[in-house]
């Protein structure tokens, strides 16, 4: 079994900046990726990004891509996604999840492991 705890989230003012975490823990901790996903007020949860966890490959949702940057360390079983000039569009419960898949990454149900969110909220 795999845990997942995200932190970081938070109130943040547009254009603003905000760092999540998540740490992986449990014996059975041995992914191919690690991804975040949001689900924003009355949506369905949407892909964020993911990292290939050895090559340290990325990549990204287009409504993210350039503002946000996801990155891991491997020693430390986390994954952290650093959110800049935040929009309020950006405002949603963020998630992390982990999978031993080695294909579309960025779909939900290849996730298997899967935290239990933090907020993040953008105002205006």
């Known amino acids: 079994q795999v845990q997942l705890v995200e932190s970081g989230g938070g109130l943040v003012q547009a254009g603003g900046s905000l760092r999540l975490s998540c740490v992986a823990s449990?014996?059975?901790?041995?992914?191919?990726?690690m991804a975040w996903f949001r689900r924003a007020p009355g949506k369905e949860r949407d892909f964020v990004a993911w990292?290939?966890?050895?090559?340290?490959?990325?990549f990204y949702a287009d409504s993210v891509k350039g503002r946000f940057t996801i990155s891991s360390d491997n020693a430390k079983s986390t994954v952290y996604l650093q959110m800049n000039s935040l929009k309020p569009e950006d405002t949603a419960v963020y998630y992390c999840?982990?999978?031993?898949?080695?294909?579309?990454?960025?779909?939900?149900?290849?996730?298997?492991?899967w935290g239990q969110g933090t907020q993040v909220t953008v105002s205006s």
């Open positions: 449990g014996r059975a901790f041995s992914p191919y990726a």
């Open positions: 990292i290939h966890w050895r090559a340290d490959s990325t």
């Open positions: 999840a982990t999978t031993e898949a080695r294909l579309n990454w960025g779909l939900e149900k290849t996730y298997n492991y």
